[in-house]
């Protein structure tokens, strides 16, 4: 049971340069997030997917581009990385428990992805 | 925009010794949720809160939220080292999608054995 699996897990990069971070949950969750989180700032929306093929920004989606074609799958792409974009990425799926309340969209994070733009 | 308030920002405690970390909002929250940290790790959820004056225990840590679900807090009794690690508190501030959250800026902690 892998639950929600990032890849890679550190990247380094150029200025300028594309980049796509790979998020991938076994859950069937029919939503999935990315986060960015620096120091400072916490933790920040970038963007959000409520299922398949339905995407919406979050707080700071500027510089990022997100699809989702497949439930189980929702890469960020960086289309021309900036220094400023230099931050630990976090991904998360959120389903619905509703055993105990049907409320409860409790959010599972993937380890996370270390990006660092030169 | 509602903003998360949590204090302390940092804590250092002994090991065995009580403590307590608070998340405030301006705003009515539906849904609290905390989470922990570990330093270079992705967040692992603890608990849910939804109701005002509701409270959870897990283990050594109880979480309770205000009555207005302004406020809540997470304590922990007789710390060990294993607690130490960074605590978020997430909230949704909408009634009719909270699947949205907005987060505390953290609080670090460290247990001393």
């Known amino acids: 049971d892998a639950g929600i699996t990032q890849s890679p897990r550190y990247k380094i990069t150029e200025t300028g340069r594309q980049v796509t971070l790979m998020c991938h949950q076994t859950?069937?969750?029919?939503?999935m997030f990315w986060y960015r989180q620096d120091l400072g700032h916490g933790l920040r929306l970038i963007y959000y997917s409520a299922a398949a093929d339905i995407t919406d920004k979050g707080e700071v989606p500027d510089g990022y581009v997100v699809s989702r074609s497949k439930t189980e799958n929702f890469p960020l792409t960086l289309e021309s990385a900036t220094r400023s974009q230099t931050s630990v990425y976090f991904c998360?799926?959120?389903?619905?428990?509703?055993?105990?309340?049907?409320?409860?969209?409790?959010?599972?994070f993937g380890p996370g992805t270390r990006l660092t733009v030169t | 925009s509602q903003e998360l308030e949590q204090s302390p920002q940092s804590l250092i405690v002994q090991e065995g010794k009580n403590l307590t970390i608070n998340c405030t909002s301006s705003?009515?929250?539906?849904?609290l949720y905390w989470y922990k940290q570990k330093y270079g790790e992705g967040l692992i959820f603890l608990m849910m809160?939804?109701?005002g004056g509701e409270e959870k225990s897990h283990e050594k840590i109880t979480a309770k939220l205000d009555e207005k679900k302004q406020q809540s807090s997470l304590h922990i009794t007789a710390s060990q080292p294993s607690h130490a690690g960074i605590y978020l508190c997430g909230a949704g501030g909408n009634a009719g999608n909270n699947r949205k959250l907005i987060w505390g800026l953290g609080t670090s902690l460290a247990v001393n054995p």
């Open positions: 705003k009515t929250l539906y849904g």
């Open positions: 859950w069937s969750h029919s939503y």
């Open positions: 809160l939804q109701k």
């Open positions: 998360a799926s959120s389903g619905s428990r509703a055993r105990e309340s049907p409320l409860s969209y409790e959010q599972y």
